[in-house]
């Protein structure tokens, strides 16, 4: 997939040969995760955006949004190529080996999806099934190392696993509560098991050591929690 970054101007410039502008902040994220980020119209929009814009403004600064895999999102900030990622992150052990967390700003659902004409009915069914995960997620982690089962299929992108799915490739996928709705909402042949998995937090991630950033990131984190725009950014872009 093309790397792409889109300016809040909604200029698009290739990633090629850029380099980073001190009146620029770079977020960076995997733009297949409605309603927190994807692309309308060849524009990433969404709950994260709306949320990075707020961050922008807060810091005087211009947008830049990168789109990667899931999997490299880390990696762009260990190496500063992006300042912040804002990916519906879940928060782990590992994860904070390698970058700061800011607070919270949403609490999310693991779900797990099925076929309707599936025999599996409930949660408790699922394990040592074949199950569809995204690679680097925390469903990945929770069901390594919890063992569920040793037969995994590990995706880059939401969309193939909805696909193995439907496909009878997998047996079940496990996955974030609001992004799994929209899949299901497009596949009439898929249902969302009752109940969740496991609750996990969304936080942003910054390189290990910049205060200064994940200060005013809290500040604007915190600001939005308490004036509930986070829960209109939800409402607005899970229609």
């Keep these: 997939m093309k790397k792409i970054l889109i300016l809040l101007s909604i200029c698009l410039i290739a990633l090629c040969g850029c380099k980073k502008n001190k009146n620029e902040i770079v977020m960076v994220t995997e733009a297949g995760f409605a309603p927190y980020e994807y692309y309308d119209n060849n524009k990433i929009v969404g709950v994260d955006v709306e949320i990075a814009k707020e961050i922008a403004s807060a810091l005087g600064k211009k947008l830049v949004i990168k789109d990667v895999y899931f999997d490299a999102i880390i990696n762009e900030i260990k190496s500063g190529?992006?300042?912040?990622?804002?990916?519906?992150?879940?928060v782990n052990e590992e994860r904070k080996k390698q970058v700061d967390f800011s607070n919270t700003y949403i609490i999310s659902k693991q779900i797990v999806i099925v076929r309707n004409d599936s025999d599996i009915k409930n949660i408790s069914q699922i394990n040592n099934k074949k199950i569809a995960v995204q690679l680097g997620t925390i469903a990945d982690s929770y069901v390594t190392d919890n063992n569920i089962t040793k037969d995994i299929v590990r995706q880059k992108k939401y969309l193939?696993?909805?696909?193995?799915?439907?496909?009878?490739?997998?047996?079940?996928?496990?996955?974030?509560?609001?992004?799994?709705?929209?899949?299901?909402?497009?596949?009439?042949?898929?249902?969302?098991?009752?109940?969740?998995?496991?609750?996990?937090?969304?936080?942003?991630?910054?390189?290990?050591?910049?205060?200064?950033?994940?200060?005013?990131?809290?500040?604007?984190?915190?600001?939005?929690?308490?004036?509930?725009?986070?829960?209109?950014?939800?409402?607005?872009?899970?229609?």
């Design 160 to 239: 193939s696993m909805a696909e193995d799915l439907k496909a009878g490739k997998v047996d079940l996928i496990i996955m974030d509560e609001l992004p799994g709705k929209k899949i299901v909402e497009n596949n009439e042949n898929l249902i969302i098991l009752d109940g969740f998995v496991f609750e996990d937090n969304y936080a942003i991630a910054v390189k290990k050591g910049n205060t200064q950033l994940l200060n005013k990131i809290n500040e604007v984190i915190d600001n939005l929690k308490n004036s509930g725009k986070i829960d209109e950014y939800i409402l607005e872009y899970s229609k």
């Design 81 to 90: 190529k992006a300042d912040f990622a804002l990916a519906g992150m879940s």
